[in-house]
C-alpha cells in the first residue's frame, strides 16, 4: 500500500496552483525563510477552494466544447501555449512504449495539460490521462469533463489500481508537498518508465527553504506555505532509481528572483531498456 493514498485530501491549494502560474500579478511575495512547514503554515490565512474551482470547471468546460482554445488557471487564451519541453518527454515516454501514453498527472486541476496537449496526443495509438486530485476536483471532474481518455482518480492507489502509467507528470505540485523526501521515494516506488517534472521552485543550495506565498486580491486574497527545492538534493533523490535525461528553464517568474530561486523542469528515464 502507498503512503501516499491518504495524502491526496489535504495537499495542494488549487489558488497554489492558480497563482504560481499566473504571470500577470507581480504583486507575489514570499515571506521568510521559516524553519520548519508548521512554522509556516501557522501565519497562513487559506483560500477558498470552492471558488476557484467553479472558476476553473466553467473554463475547461468552454476549452471541451471547442468555445476556447486553451485553459490555465481558469484563464482562457486564443492560442495554445505550448510546454515543448513536456510535451517532448510525453512524446519519448509514448515512443518507448509502442506508441501508448498513459498518464499520472498528480495534481492536474481539471486536465489542463491534457487539454493543452490533446491535439498532438491524439496521433498517437492509445492515449489515458488520469488526473490525481483533490475530491472536489475528482467529483466535478468526474460529472463534467471525464471521456475514454481523461479520467479523474483521488489518489494514486486508485489510479493505478485501473491504469499503469508509463509516464508521472508533476507541474507545479512539488513545492507545496508537506514532506518531499517520502513523495520521491512513493513516486519512484510506482516505477513508471518517466517521470516529468515542470514549473518546479528550485535554488542552488545544500537545502529546501520554506516560505509563506501571499497571494493579493487582485488574483485571489490567499496565503500558504511552499518551499523552494535544493535543486541539488531534488535531482539526487529521483536519481538513485532514475537517469536524468534532461532539465530545462521553466516560466520565468520575477518574484522568485527575491528568494534566489527560479522555476525549472526535468525529464527522468528508469533505465531498463
Keep these: 500500500m502507498l503512503k501516499l493514498k491518504a495524502l491526496v485530501k489535504n495537499w495542494i491549494p488549487p489558488i497554489a496552483l492558480h497563482a504560481m502560474q499566473s504571470l500577470r500579478s507581480p504583486r507575489i511575495v514570499f ?25 476553473v470547471l466553467d473554463a475547461t468546460l468552454k476549452v471541451k466544447r471547442g468555445e476556447a482554445i486553451f485553459e490555465r488557471d481558469s484563464v482562457l487564451f486564443d492560442k495554445t501555449e505550448y510546454a515543448w519541453p513536456v510535451l517532448a518527454g510525453l ?32 496521433d498517437l495509438p492509445e492515449v489515458r490521462w488520469n488526473v490525481v486530485e483533490q475530491a472536489h476536483y475528482v467529483k466535478a471532474g468526474q460529472e463534467h469533463i471525464q471521456d475514454k481518455h481523461l479520467r479523474f482518480y483521488s489518489t494514486i492507489d486508485a489510479c493505478v489500481e485501473e491504469n499503469r502509467p508509463n509516464v ?39 537545502s529546501d527553504r520554506i516560505y509563506v506565498q501571499h497571494v493579493p486580491s487582485s488574483i485571489y486574497l490567499a496565503s ?42 526535468y525529464i527522468f528515464h528508469k533505465e531498463y531498456l
Design 168 to 206: 508521472v507528470l508533476l507541474s507545479s505540485v512539488l513545492q507545496y508537498m508537506p514532506d518531499t523526501t517520502t513523495f520521491y521515494n512513493d513516486i519512484c516506488a510506482l516505477g513508471c518508465g518517466t517521470i516529468i517534472l515542470d514549473r518546479i521552485i528550485v535554488n542552488s543550495t545544500e
Design 224 to 265: 500558504y506555505p511552499c518551499r523552494s527545492l535544493s535543486e541539488k538534493h531534488l535531482i539526487n533523490s529521483i536519481s538513485k532509481n532514475y537517469k536524468l535525461k534532461a532539465s530545462f528553464d521553466s516560466l520565468s517568474f520575477p518574484a522568485l528572483s527575491f528568494i534566489k530561486s527560479e522555476f525549472k523542469g
Design 31 to 55: 515571506e521568510g525563510d521559516f524553519a520548519s512547514w508548521e512554522e509556516a503554515a501557522v501565519k497562513c490565512s487559506g483560500y477558498d477552494a470552492d471558488n476557484i474551482l467553479a472558476k
Design 91 to 122: 512524446m519519448c515516454a509514448a515512443s518507448r512504449s509502442n506508441g501508448v501514453l498513459n498518464v499520472l498527472d498528480f495534481g492536474g486541476a481539471l486536465g489542463s495539460s491534457y487539454f493543452q496537449n490533446r491535439m498532438f496526443l491524439k
